[in-house]
C-alpha cells in the first residue's frame, strides 16, 4: 500500500515537472519565432509551476531585452542569477540591461554604468567546465565594447546634469533654444542599416534591381527560388550580387566615429 502511494506520489511530481518543462520548451518556439510578447507568457508559467529554475528566469528575461524593457530583462537576469550563479545567460542579461539602460540619459547613467562593469566579477566564479576559453573570448569583447562607451555615457551624463541644474532658472523659450546645443548627435543613418533587419549593414550586397541588403537575407531568398526584390518586387539576377563596398566602409567609419552605436545594434551584440 505504502509503496503504491509513493509510486502515485512520483508519477504526480514527474507530470508537474513535465508541465513546467513544457511551457520552457513551448517559449523556445516562440522565441525562435521572434514572438517575445508570447514567449514571455509561456515562460512566466514555467515560472510559476516551478519558480526555483534559473533558466527560466534568464530566458524571460532575454526576451525583455529583445523588446527593450531593461528594468525587468535585468531583473530576471538576478533572480535566475541568485538561483544559480553559474548560469552564463543570467550574468549577460545582468551586464547587458545596465548597460542599455545607461544609453538612456539620465542623473543616474554612471552609477549604472559602472554596476554594468560589478558583474563581469561573478565570471571568476564560474566552474573551468562552463568557463570556457570560448566564453571567455565572448566576454572579454563585450568588455571591450562597453570600455568604449564610456566616454559616450559620460557626455551624456555632464549634458543631463547641466540640463538639471539650469533648467528652473531659465525662462522656458531661452531654455529650449539652450537645449539645442546640448545634443548628442548619434542618430542612425538610414542609409547603413538594411531595410529587412533594420540593423546596421555587415555584409552589404547590391543586387540587379537596384537595392542593397543584408548578404544572409539575400542568400535566404535564392535558397528558397525566390528572385524578386523584398521592395520593389523587381527580378533579380542571382549572378549579379555585388558586395556594396562603399555602403561596407561607410559602416565602418561611422560606427569608428559612434562606438555606442556598435554596442546598441543587434547584429553587434554578443548573444550566448
Not at 129 to 142: E, G, N, P, Q, V
Amino acid at each position: 500500500m505504502g509503496s503504491c502511494i509513493c509510486g502515485k506520489k512520483n508519477l504526480k511530481d514527474h507530470s508537474v515537472h513535465l508541465s513546467h518543462e513544457e511551457f520552457k520548451l513551448a517559449g523556445n518556439e516562440l522565441f525562435k519565432a521572434g514572438k517575445y510578447e508570447e514567449a514571455i507568457i509561456q515562460y512566466t508559467k514555467a515560472i510559476k509551476s516551478n519558480p526555483n529554475v534559473s533558466v527560466y528566469f534568464s530566458n524571460r528575461a532575454l526576451c525583455f531585452y529583445k523588446l527593450k524593457n531593461y528594468s525587468n530583462s535585468f531583473q530576471d537576469g538576478y533572480s535566475a542569477l541568485n538561483l544559480d550563479k553559474s548560469n552564463v545567460k543570467a550574468i549577460l542579461m545582468c551586464i547587458k540591461s545596465k548597460v542599455s539602460q545607461t544609453l538612456n540619459p539620465s542623473s543616474n547613467s554612471l552609477i549604472l554604468f559602472e554596476e554594468s562593469l560589478s558583474f563581469f566579477e561573478h565570471l571568476n566564479n564560474l566552474p573551468s567546465a562552463i568557463y570556457t576559453d570560448l566564453i571567455k573570448a565572448h566576454f572579454h569583447l563585450l568588455k571591450t565594447k562597453i570600455l568604449l562607451l564610456k566616454p559616450y555615457i559620460e557626455k551624456t551624463h555632464k549634458k543631463t546634469l547641466i540640463e538639471k541644474y539650469y533648467e528652473p532658472f531659465i525662462p522656458k523659450n531661452l531654455y529650449e533654444k539652450l537645449s539645442k546645443y546640448l545634443v548628442i548627435e548619434n542618430k542612425c543613418m538610414e542609409a547603413l542599416v538594411c531595410p529587412l533587419t533594420l540593423e546596421f549593414f555587415e555584409n552589404p550586397v547590391a543586387i540587379s534591381s537596384g537595392y542593397t541588403y543584408e548578404h544572409k537575407m539575400v542568400k535566404s531568398l535564392v535558397n528558397n527560388n525566390n528572385f524578386h526584390d523584398p521592395l520593389n518586387r523587381k527580378y533579380f539576377s542571382q549572378t549579379a550580387i555585388y558586395c556594396n563596398k562603399a555602403v561596407k566602409d561607410a559602416v565602418l567609419w561611422y560606427t569608428e566615429k559612434y562606438p555606442e552605436i556598435v554596442y546598441m545594434s543587434d547584429n553587434k551584440e554578443l548573444e550566448i
